[in-house]
Structure formats: C-alpha cells, structure tokens
C-alpha cells in the first residue's frame, strides 16, 4: 500500500469553477499535512498546511482533513489558468519525524 | 520574502565523479533537508538535519552521500562518487522549527550524471 496516494489525473476544469484535489495517505499516525504547488520543471511551493480535522480557509484555497478516514483534500474555488499546475500531498508523521512524504501528484488542468 | 537558494541550477558530471551541492537556507530557520526527484517521479526525502548533525536520513541516502553545514549559512549535499541513476532534481528545503514543519523548498539543482 502506497503512503501517500493521489490520482495522478489530469484533472480537467473550466475557469471559475472548483477543483476538487483528493489525498489518502496509510499511516494513522501522521499529524501534519501540507499542499505544494508544482509547476512543470520548478520546485514545490507550499500552499496550504493543515494538522486539526476540519477545514482551513486561505484565499481560494480549502484545506480538508479528516484524520478519521485519513484524507486529506484541497479545494481551489475560482480556478484560473494559472492554477494549472501539480498539486502535491505531503505527510508528516511527528514524534521527531521530521520528513515529508509525498505523493505522485495531481495534475490540475483548468481550460479558459 | 525570504527564500531558499541553491547552486548551481544544473551540474552536469561524469559518472564516478563526486559533486557538491549548495543551499542557502533562510536564515531564521534551523531544519534543513535534502529532497530529490527523479524525472516523472515522486519528491522524495533523502536527509534531514538540526544542531550540525543528521537527524533522520532515508534508505537512499547511503555511505556515498554526506551533508554539511561548513558555516552559519551555507548547507551543502556531497555525493562522493556519482553513479547514473543518480540523475534527479534535488531540492534543498529548511523550517523554523519543528512543531509545525512547515518546510519551504528552493529552486532546486538538475544533476545530469553521463
């Protein structure tokens, strides 16, 4: 079983609508939870960072955890062009774990 | 705002060739890591370090890979002997602490091993 898992997509959806970006991740354990952004050829750049279940408004961007079900998810309202990109999950366990696991990735495509 | 740099962008190196790697962490913060990406593929964690030494390293990260942190600033990733799969992205990251972990990536150096 993978520990971080996404659907790789392409997630395909037209300007203004919302993405809806989906995470599992294995280890119950895992206490926090990031969102990076990754352009093709670039570095990943954290967008969002959740570690209580609920949500977790910024901006355009929602955070979701559910540690019982253990998912995590992020929603981009108002999707731009821009915002086609990868969208990364990440974990981290704690209990002086410092190392995040990621996952493949999902690609994010928004059509004008 | 402040940001993570490395250097170079891309290192181009002969097989069995060692490399040395560069990172500027942002300066408040005091977690440093070492990522890689191979083409295609998942990021994935090579090493962290606090207080001048390895806290926690990953499988790949083996008796051919060394970190450093030569002064206040810079923190450097050595491979002694470069072999071809090592060819990946690698990407230097840094926290302010450790109860959030927030981890902040640079730019990343494109290691191209031939």
């Known amino acids: 079983q993978k520990e971080v898992e996404q659907n790789s997509g392409p997630l395909s959806v037209p300007e203004g609508a919302i993405a809806s970006l989906n995470c599992t991740y294995s280890d119950r354990g895992s206490q926090s939870f990031f969102w990076y952004r990754q352009y093709s050829g670039k570095s990943p750049e954290l967008i969002m960072f959740?570690?209580?279940?609920g949500d977790k408004e910024d901006g355009r961007f929602t955070a979701q955890l559910n540690k019982a079900s253990q998912y995590v998810s992020l929603l981009i309202r108002d999707s731009q062009p821009s915002d086609s990109a990868t969208y990364l999950c990440a974990v981290n366990r704690g209990d002086s774990s410092y190392k995040l696991i990621f996952g493949s990735g999902t690609r994010l495509l928004v059509r004008p | 705002e402040p940001e993570v740099t490395q250097t170079p962008s891309h290192q181009v190196t002969q097989m069995g060739q060692e490399v040395i790697l560069r990172c500027v962490p942002i300066?408040?913060?005091?977690?440093f890591y070492w990522y890689r990406q191979i083409l295609g593929q998942k990021v994935e964690f090579l090493v962290s370090f606090y207080n001048n030494e390895i806290s926690e390293k990953s499988e790949i990260f083996d008796d051919q890979f060394s970190v450093e942190r030569p002064d206040g600033s810079n923190f450097t990733l050595k491979i002694r002997s470069t072999k071809l799969e090592d060819s990946a992205m690698y990407f230097c990251?840094?926290?302010?602490?450790?109860?959030?972990?927030?981890?902040?990536f640079g730019p990343g150096t494109r290691l191209t091993v031939l």
């Open positions: 959740i570690y209580s279940n």
């Open positions: 990251a840094s926290s302010r602490d450790s109860s959030y972990n927030e981890q902040f």
């Open positions: 300066s408040n913060h005091l977690y």
